[in-house]
């Protein structure tokens, strides 16, 4: 089956030459998902304050945007294999900008918790696409430099995008308040699109395959599954099926994986291609990743809520709080990149990055342990720096070493998995460690007792990370390792 398609022509074995501006507009898309997976750490207490609802509303706003991106990101994936990911991108991104506008009209808990999901569920589709275009759109000595662009880009959307809802909020433009954190994304959408239509080159595998529908439902069941009851579970007083869902959410994982290993000794097209888990640096990341994302996620949303409601801040000095984070991911982006160390160092420097985020993260408890509610932006500070130079650390070189050894026509498949990795920890984060701060505060512990437990559990979770990392090769390339050695 043949498709046409419009605007600039196919990749070829040639570097494309307008493949930098169209780098850009990846990240374009990136950074929307990104600040929408994270401005809302900032607004809930604003939304929540307007719309009601109970506290776990606070989470499903996280939640259930990231949920739905990792439910949809794998087919996601697929899709961009099957109908080009151009046109997908497009699709996706032309949707995510509706479901925004959505979002900022909502007028009830439900229903903006529904746009959330429609959101995520159209990210999916955008997101993956890039991923893979960027393998075919660049040679191999330049997908480095083309995959570390992510580091900054994510550093500054994940650590910047609550200063950015504190100030949309506090500003109250046009009368909107909380409600512009996802009106912004209209003219980001229209650029985006705008731009994907004239620089994005159309690109697809030469083998068409079918969409495996069974391997969606069964991934989605086993989400739900998971995420739901650690959400719920507390405002419910955990009864008995809430530990019976995430048990079974274990055996639907399960029947997956054999489902997609049966469905691929079978001459069909599962949802992953299953020789991906046969590569060290995709199972690897996959792990890694997991556990990484959903500490940092969690972290990030249960300070910016004690910000507000332990320590009285307004969104906006909310926000501006979390200014050294970003301050230590810029400069520790720019740093390693500038020695070049993501290439140097490797795995090496996940490792030097995860130490680094644990004593960042041991210092703001301490720090709170010493001042106490009255404990002042600047007196965080220097604790939030190291907190971010360390995940700077990680990510600089993560994406490469897990992407690398992807064949051709994996590349779909595999940008679609960790992607959703990435998503899913984000959904774990929301919920669990969400689930962990509400469930002390409930329980009579006071905020700063129960926000000193929850950057100790993180940094355990940062810990896992750190071991489960030595899954990953030493450098992304064979070549770049012997010259290690």
């Known amino acids: 089956m043949t498709h046409a398609t419009t605007g600039p022509p196919a990749v070829t074995a040639a570097p494309y030459r307008w493949r930098w501006p169209a780098l850009f507009v990846i990240l374009a898309a990136e950074v929307m998902d990104l600040l929408d997976a994270m401005i809302t750490n900032i607004a809930a207490p604003s939304i929540h304050a307007d719309l009601g609802g109970s506290t776990s509303m606070i989470q499903w706003l996280g939640a259930g945007y990231t949920m739905a991106m990792a439910i949809g990101l794998i087919t996601g994936g697929r899709l961009g294999d099957l109908y080009g990911r151009r046109r997908m991108f497009l699709a996706g991104a032309a949707g995510f900008t509706l479901a925004s506008l959505l979002c900022g009209l909502a007028g009830s808990p439900e229903t903006l918790t529904g746009a959330r999901i429609l959101q995520g569920l159209f990210g999916a589709v955008m997101l993956p696409q890039g991923l893979g275009m960027i393998?075919?759109?660049?040679?191999?000595?330049?997908?480095?430099?083309?995959?570390?662009?992510?580091?900054?880009?994510?550093?500054?959307?994940?650590?910047?995008?609550?200063?950015?809802?504190?100030?949309?909020?506090?500003?109250?433009?046009?009368?909107?308040?909380?409600?512009?954190?996802?009106?912004?994304?209209?003219?980001?959408?229209?650029?985006?699109?705008?731009?994907?239509?004239?620089?994005?080159?159309?690109s697809r595998p030469e083998r068409s395959s079918r969409l495996d529908l069974t391997g969606t439902g069964l991934v989605s069941a086993a989400s739900f599954l998971l995420v739901f009851p650690l959400v719920q579970g507390r405002d419910l007083g955990w009864p008995a099926w809430t530990l019976a869902s995430m048990a079974a959410s274990a055996a639907v994982f399960a029947l997956f994986a054999r489902h997609q290993v049966r469905k691929q000794r079978a001459g069909g097209d599962p949802l992953l291609a299953t020789s991906l888990f046969r590569k060290r640096a995709f199972t690897g990341g996959l792990i890694t990743g997991l556990v990484f994302f959903t500490a940092l996620v969690g972290f990030s949303m249960v300070l910016g809520l004690y910000f507000q409601m332990g320590l009285g801040y307004d969104p906006l000095k909310a926000g501006l709080a979390n200014l050294p984070h970003a301050a230590g991911s810029l400069l520790g982006f720019a740093g390693v990149h500038a020695a070049g160390l993501a290439q140097k160092a490797g795995r090496r420097l996940i490792h030097l990055g995860a130490a680094v985020m644990v004593a960042g993260l041991a210092g703001v408890a301490v720090t709170l342990e010493l001042a106490g509610t009255d404990v002042t932006p600047w007196q965080l500070a220097p604790a939030l720096f190291l907190a971010g130079a360390g995940m700077s650390m990680v990510m600089a070189p993560f994406f490469d070493?897990?992407?690398?050894?992807?064949?051709?026509?994996?590349?779909?498949?595999?940008?679609?998995?960790?992607?959703?990795?990435?998503?899913?920890?984000?959904?774990?984060?929301?919920?669990?460690?969400?689930?962990?701060?509400f469930g002390l505060l409930e329980g009579g512990r006071a905020f700063p007792e129960a926000m000193r437990a929850t950057i100790w559990v993180t940094g355990c979770m940062i810990a896992v990370a750190f071991a489960a990392a030595f899954l990953l090769p030493l450098r992304a390339r064979p070549e770049e390792e012997a010259a290690g050695h």
């Open 135 to 202: 393998k075919e759109m660049f040679p191999p000595k330049e997908t480095a430099a083309a995959f570390g662009a992510f580091g900054p880009v994510m550093a500054l959307a994940t650590v910047g995008g609550p200063v950015l809802a504190g100030w949309l909020v506090d500003a109250d433009l046009f009368g909107t308040g909380w409600r512009m954190i996802f009106l912004i994304n209209l003219p980001v959408g229209l650029l985006a699109l705008a731009g994907a239509a004239a620089l994005l080159p159309e």
């Open 401 to 437: 070493i897990v992407l690398a050894g992807v064949d051709p026509h994996e590349s779909g498949s595999a940008s679609g998995a960790l992607t959703a990795v990435q998503q899913l920890g984000g959904a774990l984060g929301s919920a669990a460690v969400g689930t962990l701060f």
